[in-house]
Nanobody, 127 residues
Framework: QVQLVESGGGLVQAGDSLTLSCVAS????????MGWFRQAPGKEREFVAAITRTGRTGSSTNYTDSVKGRFTISRDNAKNTVYLQMNNLKPEDTAVYYC?????????????????WGQGTQVIVSS
């Protein structure tokens, strides 16, 4: 089991930027695909972004349409960390953001394919 700890959430204004971090407690971090999900008040948790495990040519990414061009997922295997850079934030981005890990290659958008989850970090975007 992998323990995941998110950080970096906070209260920002619309148009601001924020970077979320998620540190994983495994020395084999590079073989995990990682994802970010979010849950807004009164709504179901939804996919935000994912990144494949690191291959010979690097990693590939996957984004939900509403964040494409604004959010960037990346990973630093030396630090066992996955990041979510969020630019031009909008009030509708307000949610608890969760980091998730799955043992496998694909950057899948499906929650059930992730085996390990963090506790979440709150992001609030004011208008």
């Amino acid at each position: 089991q992998v323990q995941l700890v998110e950080s970096g959430g906070g209260l920002v204004q619309a148009g601001d930027s924020l970077t979320l971090s998620c540190v994983a407690s495994t020395p084999t971090f590079s073989i995990y695909a990682m994802g970010w999900f979010r849950q807004a008040p009164g709504k179901e948790r939804e996919f935000v972004a994912a990144i494949t495990r690191t291959g010979r040519t690097g990693s590939s990414t996957n984004y939900t349409d509403s964040v494409k061009g604004r959010f960037t997922i990346s990973r630093d295997n030396a630090k066992n960390t996955v990041y979510l850079q969020m630019n031009n934030l909008k009030p509708e981005d307000t949610a608890v953001y969760y980091c998730a890990a799955r043992l496998g290659y694909r950057a899948t958008p499906f929650e059930y394919e992730y085996s390990d989850w963090g506790q979440g970090t709150q992001v609030i975007v004011s208008s």
